[in-house]
């Protein structure tokens, strides 16, 4: 089964930096795409940033200028770097994997995990 765990979640001052990262485990042969999401009470969770296995990168117009993605391929991890942070990206920040393959069961229809997010709090 795959796992996903994020860290690095916490409160920081509005202008501040935090690093998310998140780790897959179990088995896994291949991931498509790797990416952040955010939501916040009473709204839709939405894409910060996504990268493939390739490296293409898609980053939401709001932190487009203040937030990096990168990717370890090898060892199956993302991170998240949030520079410039605003109360506004106070937020649960949840990672994706998108299309992960197992050894067990090359076979089988490539699955979407989610971790169970991560408290970003950023106090203006």
């Known amino acids: 089964q795959v796992q996903v765990v994020e860290s690095g979640g916490g409160l920081v001052q509005a202008g501040g930096s935090l690093t998310l990262s998140c780790a897959a485990s179990g088995g896994i042969f291949s991931i498509n795409a790797m990416g952040w999401y955010r939501q916040t009470p009473g709204k839709q969770r939405e894409l910060v940033a996504r990268?493939?296995?390739?490296?293409?990168?898609n980053v939401a117009d709001s932190v487009k200028d203040r937030f990096t993605i990168s990717r370890d391929n090898g060892k199956n991890t993302v991170s998240l770097q949030m520079n410039s942070l605003k109360p506004e990206d106070t937020a649960v920040y949840y990672c994706?994997?998108?299309?992960?393959?197992?050894?067990?069961?090359?076979?089988?229809?490539?699955?979407?995990?989610w971790g169970k997010g991560t408290l970003v709090t950023v106090s203006s």
């Open positions: 990268i493939t296995s390739g490296g293409s990168t």
């Open positions: 994706k994997v998108t299309g992960a393959r197992v050894y067990d069961d090359l076979g089988r229809t490539p699955g979407d995990y």
